[in-house]
C-alpha cells in the first residue's frame, strides 16, 4: 500500500508540473488493478518531450535554410550496375545484411481491420503485402546462397494478430527461424491544447509512435545482440506499404560498400514541384529531408542552371544502414513530430465520444530525422515506375489501384 501511495505521489506531482492533472480525474472510481496499471503507464510517459513537440507544433518552423545536395543518379547506376550488384551479393552471401521490415500502420484507410501487411492486393488470387516481402526475400536468399533474417516492427494491437497470420500461411515457405517480430514504441494522444487524452477511465489514449524509434524497439527486444552475433554488418529498413520496393538491392549496396558510406538513402523523382513527399537536401552541410508541407513556394519551385528543380528528389522509405553506426548515434533524441487525427476520448461524464473531425495529434518519430544525424551518406535514385507504388488510399492516387497497375506493368501475376 505504501508503494502505491508513493507512487501515486510521484505521478501526481509529475502530472502537475505539465499541467496534466486531468488524467486522474476517473482515478478514485477505479478498481485497485485498474490504479495501478493507469499509475504505472503515466509514470512512463515522458512529458517533456511531447511538449516540445507540442510547442513545435505552435510555431511552425517551416523556414529552415536548405540546399541542393548530389545524388547517384540513374544512368550512373546503370553504366556500373554489374559491378555494384557484384558487391552487394558478395556482402549478402557472407551473412552480413539483415531487412526490418516496417509494419505498424493499419489497412483502415482500406477497410482491413488490422496490420497493412496483411492487405490483399490480389485480382485472381490472393496476394498479401507480407507475402510479397518474404518472396522477395527468397528470391535474394536463392541468389545469395544463404537465409537472411527479416525483423518486423508491429504495433501492440496487432502483433499477435500479425503472428497467427503467418503461422497460418505457414510463414509463406520461408525459415520461420528467419521471421522475427518486435513491438514499436506507443505514445499518448493529445488534444489541440496539449492535454493528453483518456481512451477509457483508466487508460491513457495511445498511438503507435511512428517509424523513427525502430531502432530502439529492435535493441529492447534483444535483436541488435542476436544481429551483433551473427555478423550483420547492415540493415535493410523499408515499409511495407510500397509492393515495388527492391529489397536488398544489390547494386545499392554495392554503391554503399563503394563509396564507404554510412546510411544509402533510396529516392525517387518527384512526379511534380509539389509532390507530397519529403525532399532530400542538405541543412548545415549535412543530408536532410525537408517535409513537403515545410517547403516555401519557393524552394519547391527553385530551379538551377540546366532549368532543373534544385529539389527534386523525394524520399521513399528504403535505407541502408550501417549497424556500427546506428550504434555510435541511436542514442541521440529525434524530435517528435504531432500529426492531426481524430482522437476517440472520454468525455466529462465519463462517456466515450468518437469525433467527427479532428481534434488533436499523435506523436510520432520519424526515420528520414536519422539522416541528419550521419555524415557519409549515399543518395541513391531509382526508377519511380520500378521501385514505387505506396498504398495510402483505397482508390486515386496512392493507392490500391495505381499500385496493381503499376504491379501488373512490371510482370507481377495479380
Avoid at 487525427?341 to 495529434?361: A, L, M, S
Amino acid at each position: 500500500m505504501r508503494d502505491e501511495r508513493n507512487l501515486y505521489q510521484c505521478v501526481w506531482n509529475k502530472l502537475r508540473e505539465h499541467n496534466q492533472l486531468q488524467l486522474l480525474k476517473w482515478y478514485a472510481s477505479l478498481g485497485e488493478k485498474e490504479k495501478q496499471t493507469l499509475l504505472l503507464q503515466l509514470n512512463e510517459i515522458d512529458y517533456t518531450n511531447l511538449e516540445q513537440a507540442f510547442d513545435r507544433q505552435e510555431k511552425q518552423q517551416g523556414n529552415l535554410s536548405i540546399e541542393p545536395i548530389d545524388v547517384l543518379k540513374l544512368e550512373e547506376i546503370t553504366r556500373n550496375k554489374e559491378k555494384l550488384q557484384k558487391l552487394g551479393i558478395n556482402e549478402i552471401s557472407r551473412g552480413h545484411v539483415a531487412v526490418v521490415l516496417l509494419a505498424g500502420g493499419q489497412g483502415t484507410r482500406m477497410g482491413l481491420d488490422g496490420s497493412k501487411g496483411m492487405l490483399d492486393i490480389g485480382l485472381e488470387k490472393p496476394l498479401y503485402l507480407f507475402e510479397i516481402v518474404v518472396r522477395k526475400l527468397r528470391k535474394t536468399a536463392d541468389l545469395a546462397g544463404c537465409y537472411i533474417d527479416l525483423y518486423i516492427m508491429l504495433n501492440e494491437r496487432d502483433a499477435e494478430s500479425v503472428k497467427e497470420f503467418f503461422e497460418k500461411h505457414d510463414y509463406f515457405e520461408y525459415p520461420r527461424e528467419n521471421i522475427l517480430f518486435f513491438r514499436q514504441k506507443m505514445y499518448p494522444k493529445l488534444f489541440f491544447d496539449g492535454k493528453i487524452a483518456l481512451e477509457q477511465k483508466g487508460q491513457v489514449a495511445m498511438a503507435p509512435g511512428g517509424n523513427g524509434a525502430w531502432f530502439e524497439a529492435l535493441e529492447q527486444s534483444h535483436f541488435v545482440e542476436r544481429m551483433r552475433k551473427k555478423h550483420i554488418k547492415w540493415i535493410n529498413l523499408v515499409s511495407v506499404d510500397n509492393p515495388l520496393y527492391n529489397i536488398i538491392d544489390t547494386a545499392f549496396l554495392g554503391a554503399l560498400i563503394k563509396q564507404d558510406g554510412q546510411l544509402g538513402v533510396q529516392v525517387v523523382e518527384k512526379s511534380s514541384p509539389y509532390e507530397k513527399v519529403g525532399v532530400i537536401c542538405k541543412k548545415e552541410g549535412k543530408p536532410y529531408v525537408k517535409e513537403y508541407y515545410e517547403m516555401s513556394r519557393e524552394e519547391q519551385e527553385a530551379v538551377n542552371e540546366q532549368n532543373e528543380l534544385c529539389y527534386r528528389y523525394g524520399v521513399i522509405l528504403n535505407y541502408m544502414f550501417d549497424l556500427n553506426e546506428m550504434e555510435n548515434i541511436h542514442t541521440v533524441d529525434l524530435p517528435v513530430h504531432l500529426a492531426v487525427k481524430k482522437i476517440p476520448f472520454i468525455d466529462q461524464r465519463g462517456k466515450t465520444v468518437f469525433p467527427e473531425q479532428e481534434n488533436g495529434y499523435i506523436a510520432e518519430r520519424l526515420a528520414l530525422d536519422m539522416i541528419h544525424l550521419f555524415e557519409r551518406v549515399l543518395v541513391y535514385e531509382v526508377d519511380r515506375k520500378k521501385d514505387f507504388a505506396p498504398i495510402k488510399n483505397r482508390v486515386g492516387e496512392d493507392s490500391i489501384e495505381s499500385a496493381r497497375k503499376l504491379l501488373v506493368e512490371n510482370g507481377y501475376v495479380l
